[in-house]
C-alpha cells in the first residue's frame, strides 16, 4: 500500500470514524457478508492495488470477461427470463407452459418430479406419495409427448433439471422433436446433467460417480456431432449453495466440478474446442447484493483463464463462461411470505448487474408449496420490471472499477484457487468427493450459518427480526393423488400396447453398451423409441453399474 493511501486511510479513521463510533457504536464487532466473508467499512484505491485494469479487468468483451461476455451487455439483446416449473401431469404442466410463454416467457423450465429424479416409475413402491408432488411425472415418451404437446420444439429453448437419468429424459426430448419434423441440428436448450453436485449436495445419484461420469461424457461426444446447439451439461452451484455453502464454496466447487468434467472429455478423446462451448453454469443469486455480483464476475474470469492456461483451448467461445441465475430458494421464508416479493428482486438485481445470460426468479409462496399460477406470473414479471422499467441494462457493467466490488472480486478469485489447489492434490473432484472433502465443507459452513442466525448476528426479517405471530395466509397449490392415477393408468396403457420384444432387446442393448465402451446414447434414444419406461432404462444400468451408497463423513 502506497505510504500516502495509508496516511489518507489513518487519517480517515482518527479524525472521522472514531468519533462517529463513540456517539454511535456499531451494533456488530465486526461485518461480514452472509457467507461470513470480512467486510471493511470503507473500501480505496489500495484495495484494488495489485488489479492489472487491462489484464485482470479489461472491457466488456474481453478476455478474460470479468465485465462480460458481450460488449454490448443486454443493450442487444436481454437475458432469458425462463421460469421453472412442473408439477402433477404432463397435461397440467403442459398447461402451465402455455401460461407462461402467453405471459412474455422466452424459454421453459422442467421441474420433475422425485421419481422421475430417482429414475422410477410410478409404479415403484418407493414412487408411493411421490408422484406429480415436486415437480412434472414423467416416465415414458408418451409422457414426454404430452409435456410438449401444441410447444414447437424448434422455437422455444428448454432447459432441463433431471441429472441421474438425464441421457434418457433427453433422448425423450429428442424423440419428440423428431415426430414433430424438428431437426436436433435446430434444438436449443440445457439438460443439467450435473451429478457431481448431486454428489457433493443434492444427493440424488443413481450410479456410483465414475460409470455416472461416463454418462455425461456419452452426452458431450453425442451432441458435439448430432445436437450441436444444445447445452450438454448445466454445472450446478445452486443446490450446492441450497445446501448450505458459502458464496466462495459455491463459486470454487462449481467451477472445480467444470474443470473436473472437461478433463474426462479430454480423457475419453474429445477436442477441448468442440466440446467445451456447450457447457453452461447454474448459480444461485443470494441475498448479499454486492458479494453475487462479485461471484459471477469471478466466475467468469476464472473460468476463462483456466480454458485457455489448463487446457489450452483455442476457441474464445470455450473461455466465456455462460451462466444462468436463480434467485435463492433457501432465502425464502414461510412467515411473511410477500417479503419474499422483495428478496426475489434483490437477488434477481444482482443477476442481472452480474451478467446473467438468462435468469429464474422463484415466487413469493415457494417456502409453502409449488408455485400457483398467480405467484409465478408476479414472478416473471419482477423480470420485466428489471429489464423495462429500471434502467439497469443500459450499462454493461455498472460496478466495474469500484474499489468494493473488484476487491470482492479479486478475494472471492483468490480463495477459490485456493480450494482448487487442495482438490488438484486429492487426484481431482471425484477422488475429493469419495472422500467427502466438499461435503464436509459445506456442512459445516451450513452450521456456522445456523449459529449465527441463533445469536442474532444474522438477521432474517420475519424469522428472527420483526417477527409476526399475525402473517396473512396465502392461497396455495395443492397436488393430490389424482395425478398419481393418471399417470400409473397411462404407463399401464403403455405397457400394454406397445411391442414388448423390441423393449427387450433395445434394454439388452443399453447393458452391452455400459458393459462395455460403445457411446450410450443411440441404444437409449432406440429403447425410448420403443416407449421403454425410464424405470426400465435405469435399471439396465443398474444392473450392470449398481447403485451407489454414500460413505457416512464423521
Request: aromatic share 10%; hydrophobic share 40%.
Amino acid at each position: 500500500m502506497p505510504t500516502a493511501d495509508r496516511s489518507a486511510r489513518r487519517r480517515w479513521e482518527h479524525d472521522i470514524l472514531e468519533p462517529t463510533l463513540t456517539k454511535s457504536p456499531e451494533r456488530l464487532p465486526e461485518f461480514t457478508t452472509v457467507s461470513g466473508h470480512p467486510v471493511r467499512r470503507v473500501y480505496a484505491a489500495d484495495d484494488i492495488a495489485g488489479l492489472d485494469a487491462a489484464t485482470d479487468i479489461a472491457a466488456a468483451g474481453n478476455f478474460p470477461y470479468t465485465r462480460g461476455i458481450h460488449a454490448s451487455g443486454y443493450s442487444g439483446k436481454l437475458w432469458t427470463m425462463r421460469q421453472f416449473a412442473g408439477f402433477g401431469t404432463p397435461e397440467e404442466t403442459n398447461a402451465r407452459y402455455k401460461a407462461l410463454l402467453q405471459a412474455g416467457g422466452t424459454g421453459l423450465s422442467v421441474a420433475f418430479d422425485l421419481p422421475t429424479l430417482m429414475g422410477r416409475d410410478p409404479v415403484h413402491e418407493l414412487s408411493l406419495g411421490e408422484v406429480g408432488k415436486c415437480g412434472v411425472s414423467t416416465a415414458s415418451l408418451a409422457d414426454m409427448e404430452v409435456l410438449f404437446d401444441g410447444i414447437d420444439l424448434g422455437a422455444v429453448t428448454t432447459s432441463m433439471t433431471i441429472n441421474s437419468p438425464a441421457a434418457m429424459i433427453f433422448a425423450m426430448y429428442l424423440v419428440v422433436a423428431e415426430r414433430q419434423g424438428v431437426s436436433w441440428s435446430q434444438l436449443s436448450g440445457t439438460i443439467q446433467n450435473d451429478i457431481l453436485k448431486e454428489f457433493i449436495a443434492q444427493k440424488e445419484f443413481i450410479y456410483p460417480p465414475r460409470p455416472s461420469m461416463r454418462l455425461i461424457t456419452d452426452v458431450f461426444a453425442f451432441c458435439a456431432t448430432e445436437v450441436p446447439r444444445w447445452n450438454t451439461i448445466s454445472v450446478s452451484g445452486y443446490h450446492i449453495r441450497e445446501a448450505g455453502a458459502t458464496a466462495l464454496q459455491e463459486l470454487a466447487f462449481t467451477l472445480r466440478d467444470g474443470i473436473e468434467y472437461v478433463q474426462w472429455g479430454v480423457d475419453a478423446g474429445l477436442d477441448v474446442d468442440e466440446f467445451v462451448p456447450r457447457i453452461s453454469f447454474f448459480f444461485n443469486a443470494h441475498s448479499d447484493f454486492f458479494e453475487e455480483i462479485a461471484k459471477y464476475r469471478a466466475a467468469r474470469r476464472i473460468w476463462a483463464r483456466v480454458m485457455r492456461d489448463r487446457f489450452g483451448a483455442k476457441s474464445e467461445r470455450s473461455w466465456k463462461l455462460r451462466f444462468h441465475t436463480q434467485t435463492a430458494g433457501v432465502s425464502l421464508t414461510a412467515q411473511q411470505p410477500y417479503n419474499n416479493v422483495v428478496r426475489t428482486a434483490l437477488q434477481a438485481l444482482s443477476g442481472v448487474l452480474g451478467g446473467t445470460n438468462s435468469l429464474h426468479t422463484n415466487s413469493l409462496d415457494e417456502a409453502l408449496a409449488l408455485p400457483t399460477e398467480a405467484a409465478a406470473t408476479l414472478a416473471l414479471r419482477t423480470q420485466q420490471v428489471l429489464a423495462y422499467e429500471s434502467g439497469v441494462v443500459d450499462d454493461v457493467d455498472p460496478f466495474g472499477g469500484s474499489y468494493f466490488v473488484e476487491a470482492l472480486t479479486k478475494e472471492l478469485e483468490d480463495g477459490a484457487l485456493a480450494y482448487f489447489e487442495q482438490i488438484d492434490k486429492m487426484g481431482g473432484m471425484v477422488d475429493a468427493i469419495e472422500r467427502g472433502f466438499p461435503q464436509k465443507e459445506i456442512a459445516e459452513s451450513s452450521y456456522r450459518f445456523q449459529q449465527a442466525l441463533e445469536r442474532g448476528d444474522k438477521r432474517i426479517v420475519g424469522v428472527n427480526e420483526q417477527v409476526q405471530s399475525d402473517a396473512a395466509s396465502i392461497p396455495t397449490l395443492y397436488i393430490d393423488e389424482g395425478a398419481s392415477d393418471t399417470q400409473v393408468h397411462r404407463l399401464q396403457q403403455v405397457r400394454s400396447t406397445r411391442d414388448a420384444a423390441a423393449v427387450r432387446d433395445a434394454l439388452e442393448r443399453i447393458k452391452a453398451a455400459a458393459a462395455g465402451s460403445a457411446n450410450l446414447m443411440p441404444p437409449i434414444l432406440d429403447a425410448v423409441r420403443a416407449y421403454a419406461t425410464l424405470g426400465e432404462m435405469c435399471d439396465a444400468l443398474r444392473d450392470v453399474w449398481g447403485e451407489y451408497e454414500e460413505t457416512a463423513i464423521v
